[in-house]
């Protein structure tokens, strides 16, 4: 990333207090779901539903971190690795294999130039 | 641990072994881009144990290695982290009760929450999920602390296309539960959407926003179930 960067600046406590935010932040996101739940029974049907909900979530994660990076696009050399795993893993490859063949893929392909 | 692992058969227990092991190396990238970005080695180690939330960490040190504010460093992790919420939400029931409850919430991740909806039975789902969360908590740290101090010799992350290895264990891990076909289309539909608002909104935003296609799923399923 950057070349100019000073190695003792960074983290400055501004930065450090920033991380620390996150750390709180992050996990009283994650007791929201569990204390709500823990004050109101929810039907059957809205307990499918928070599951569809996260399978969505995920699938739109793949897709961007995928495709994107800085909101354009990666290049083809990261989906199309990504392709090569998701297709090793439809046809039920061991776990390994998905994520070498994603890693080799986009590897091979930046060698050759692509971006 | 040894408990946990007795309730899930070999290939389940395996696929966590190399989820984990995976995060380790996507944690070695983490750790060289942050060393090489002008942190102390240290960092992406901390972070790696007190948010343990990958996306966000990378996020983060990337805003400030771009010259952005913590402030906006926090609030574009933060974003990235709200789908935690829903995460909750949907898996309240493996988190276990007081102290325990505290560790297995901030266990909660992509990784976790998908191999505990992939199961069906109540004491397998724990297990998976606690047994992935422990690994991950394990090996993301590590692993950043690796790359950070051999963040010179993986320099160039993306020569080695460890880029690609995230969204192909995202991928691989919910391909299962897609067989399902209304669940199918909405999940393109989701993706097809936060592609589309990607370059207009912050990160973070674009993967909320693909929540809008929840109704797709209801009005599919309930024309399924009405005779």
Known sequence: MSDTAVSDAVPLPPTLAAMLALAAGTFLLRLAGPALRARYTLPERAEKLLEVSAVLLLAALATTSALTEDQAFTGPARPLGVLAGGVLAWRRAPFLAVVLAAAGTTALLRLAGVP | MRSLARTLENRLLRDIVLVCLAVGVIGLSYGAVAVTSGFAWWFPALTGVLVLAASSEFLFVGIIAAGGSPIAALLAGLLVNARHLPFGLAVHDVLGRGRRGVLGTHLMNDETVVFALAQDEPERKRAAYWLCGLGILICWPVGAA???????????????????????????????????????????????LALTVTPFLPAGLPVLLALAALPLFTLRTRKKATP
């Open chain 2, 146 to 192: 690796l790359g950070a101090l051999l963040g010179s010799a993986v320099r160039d992350t993306d020569a080695l296309g460890l880029d690609a290895m995230f969204p192909a264990v995202i991928l691989a891990l919910i391909l299962p539960a897609l067989q399902d076909r209304p669940l199918r289309r909405t999940a393109l539909a989701a993706a097809a």
